[in-house]
Structure formats: structure tokens, C-alpha cells
């Protein structure tokens, strides 16, 4: 599965919101996969200073990402097919 970052800018977003919001994402996901739609949340990260949340995702194509963002009620501004690369990855 492809790998996608959700960028969401979130004015008044605080770090207490972030477990509901990824929770949200979480249960989501799962159950689209129950559905027969695979896909994952994997994490997200939150910078407050700039009142964005990035959350990570795996799919299968970014319309995938797009509905289970939207069954999750999570706003998001854009949607961006990532790589990644670990510490642990790299020789």
C-alpha cells in the first residue's frame, strides 16, 4: 500500500485533542478495512506553533484516504502521496 500524509491546518487545536483526533482516525480506518477497504492509520504529529497536524496513512489510493477522513469528521487541507524512511531502515 501506498503511503499518504494528511496535512490539516487546526486553529485552537491543542495537544489534548490530538488521542480523540487520532482515535477518531484509528477506529475509522479499522473498520473500513472490516469493510473490505484496507487502509491504516499510522500516526500523527503536532506542531503547535504553526496549528497543523500531519497524520500518516497507508492506502490505496488517496480517494481512500480521502473518505476515511471524512467518515472520521477529521478536516484536512491537503492530502499528499510521502515516502518514509526510518533510522532503523537506513545501512
Not at 8 to 22: C, I, K
Not at 28 to 43: F, K
Request: some cysteine.
Amino acid at each position: 500500500m501506498a503511503r499518504y500524509m494528511v496535512e490539516r491546518h487546526l486553529p485552537g487545536f491543542t495537544s489534548e485533542n490530538l488521542q480523540g483526533a487520532a482515535r477518531a482516525a484509528r477506529d475509522t480506518t479499522s473498520a473500513m478495512s472490516r469493510e473490505g477497504t484496507p487502509v491504516r492509520y499510522l500516526r500523527s504529529t503536532f506542531v503547535p506553533s504553526e496549528a497543523k497536524v500531519f497524520c500518516l496513512f497507508e492506502g490505496a489510493s488517496v480517494d481512500v484516504i480521502r473518505e476515511a477522513n471524512e467518515r472520521a469528521k477529521l478536516p484536512f487541507t491537503r492530502i499528499h502521496e510521502a515516502e518514509f524512511v526510518t533510522a532503523e531502515e537506513v545501512g
